[in-house]
Nanobody, 125 residues
Framework: QIQLVESGGGLVQAGGSRRLSCAAS????????MGWFRQAPGKEREFVGY?????????AYADSVKGRFTISRDNTKNTAYLQMNNLKPEDTAVYYC?????????????????WGQGTQVTISS
């Protein structure tokens, strides 16, 4: 069972950038697609993006973050990243990474088996 730990959250000014990391517990990391989701207070969990397994040739993003956020992975470090640029107050949320076992990725959170504990990102206006 893979374990995931997010880091990199914090307080950022609007227009700024932040990179979140998601560290996996073992080398099977490369077998999983990695997704990022977020949840703001009082709202449902929202898809942010995913990257497919191994070389990560396929990515997908929510329309709300497309062109501002980029997902990448470094299988040598068992880590996935979410680079967030031009941040907006509406990006404020707890951000979660998750692992999906087919390796293809999905926009639906129910397709993900393993989840991190989340990291808070707050954007000040």
């Amino acid at each position: 069972q893979i374990q995931l730990v997010e880091s990199g959250g914090g307080l950022v000014q609007a227009g700024g950038s932040r990179r979140l990391s998601c560290a996996a517990s073992d080398h099977t990391f490369s077998n999983y697609a990695m997704g990022w989701f977020r949840q703001a207070p009082g709202k449902e969990r929202e898809f942010v993006g995913y990257i497919s397994w191994a070389a990560g040739r396929n990515t997908a993003y929510a329309d709300s973050v497309k062109g501002r956020f980029t997902i990448s992975r470094d299988n040598t470090k068992n880590t996935a990243y979410l680079q967030m640029n031009n941040l907006k107050p509406e990006d404020t949320a707890v951000y979660y990474c998750a692992a999906e076992t087919s390796g293809l990725g999905s926009r639906n959170h129910v397709d993900y088996t393993y989840w991190g504990q989340g990291t808070q990102v707050t954007i000040s206006s």
